[in-house]
């Protein structure tokens, strides 16, 4: 993963839309909330947390302000929402990695299921089995034909150890048995440099940051691995095509500390689920390859318990270790 560092930024003051939400009566938010996003400013969570938030301070009339906290996949910044006062005045955005850190980091300061409230889930970015234009392979079974004809197997590159990007390389090898040599990269800026580059020829990369490459024919996606269709690349196949049942999503998604009062968490949540009644906030989402649908805490804990037993089977499996 790529160093990281801690930024502070309020998104916005008081604003006139204010008025309808406190004229119903309702007293949270009475002053500013503080969002820990515990990656680096300017990445994909950053960027899908301040297009929620940004919103979310204009119907709450209040400054919301957002904290990146970066440092050890995401657990220094979880760490400090689970331990910090559960009034809904501190809250935590986090991704994927929060379901998968509990098998590969067992020495966690918290627990992901005891110590966090799910909250919301806002948005789901698919990952794409991309590769380099000079490969020959069109198809999922063409690429998976061609590794296996190639002696000692292909490298494959990832946006680091432990990552969505890593998870689905390994769940794609035990699923088909092809031998993936895994390059983990620094983030997936470099691992898209690479690929373009041609330094490595396989990659899976992140969905939305990997459309301008795309678009521009610097590389060819092979396939994506959300399930049906996807409005930004609506002729790319999914991998369950190829694949029955694979799937791997980067997600976001809000938390609470443990013991947030349920009135406020059901009014986040009433309030994050209008913004996708909003076609124009959905298409924006769409345009950016990210899938959203409206959902409960209870659906939304749910997919989380969901994900932690896909994952850490996978993590078992497949021996992932990190550091």
């Known amino acids: 993963m790529r160093p990281f560092r801690r930024r502070h930024a309020a998104l916005f003051g008081l604003g006139t839309l ?3 939400c406190l004229a119903r009566g309702q007293s949270y938010p009475i002053r500013p ?7 680096a400013a300017g990445g994909g969570a950053d960027a899908v947390g301040r297009l929620f938030y940004a919103r979310l301070s ?9 904290e990146n906290r970066g440092g050890g996949a995401g657990t220094i910044g979880a760490n400090a929402i689970a331990h910090a006062a559960n009034d809904g005045y501190a809250l935590l955005h986090d991704t994927s990695s929060f379901a998968v850190n509990p098998f590969l ?16 889930l806002a948005a789901m970015v698919p990952i794409m089995l991309a590769v380099h234009p000079s490969v020959e392979a069109r198809t999922v079974p063409e690429m998976i034909d061609l590794v296996k004809r190639t002696p000692g197997g292909v490298e494959c590159g990832s946006s680091g150890n432990g990552t969505m990007h890593h998870l689905s390389l390994e769940l794609f090898r035990l699923r088909t048995g092809v031998q993936l040599n895994h390059v983990p990269y620094r983030g997936g800026a470099p691992e898209m440099t690479d690929l373009v580059g041609g330094q490595i020829k396989y990659a899976f990369v992140d969905g939305t940051a990997a459309l301008p490459f795309l678009r521009a024919g610097q590389i060819r996606a092979l396939a994506h691995t959300a399930t049906g269709r996807l409005a930004a690349v609506p002729d790319l196949p999914a991998m369950s095509d190829y694949i029955p049942g694979f799937e791997a ?9 443990a013991g947030t009062p349920e009135p406020v968490i059901r009014r986040l949540n009433a309030e994050l689920n209008g ?9 924006r989402l769409d345009g950016l390859n990210m899938a959203t649908r409206p959902n409960t805490p209870a659906e939304f804990r749910a997919f989380l318990v969901a994900e932690m037993q896909r994952w850490g089977t996978v993590v078992r499996e497949a021996r992932i270790t990190v550091g």
């Open 33 to 39: 909330i503080r969002i820990v996003i515990p990656y």
């Open 105 to 120: 980091l067992p020495n966690l300061p918290y627990d992901a299921v005891r110590d966090f409230e799910p909250v919301f």
């Open 275 to 283: 913004m996708l009644r909003d076609p124009a906030f959905v298409e």
């Open 249 to 257: 999503v980067l997600w976001n998604a809000l938390f609470a500390p």
């Open 18 to 20: 204010a008025a309808p």
């Open 58 to 66: 204009q119907i709450f009339g209040q400054p919301i302000v957002i």
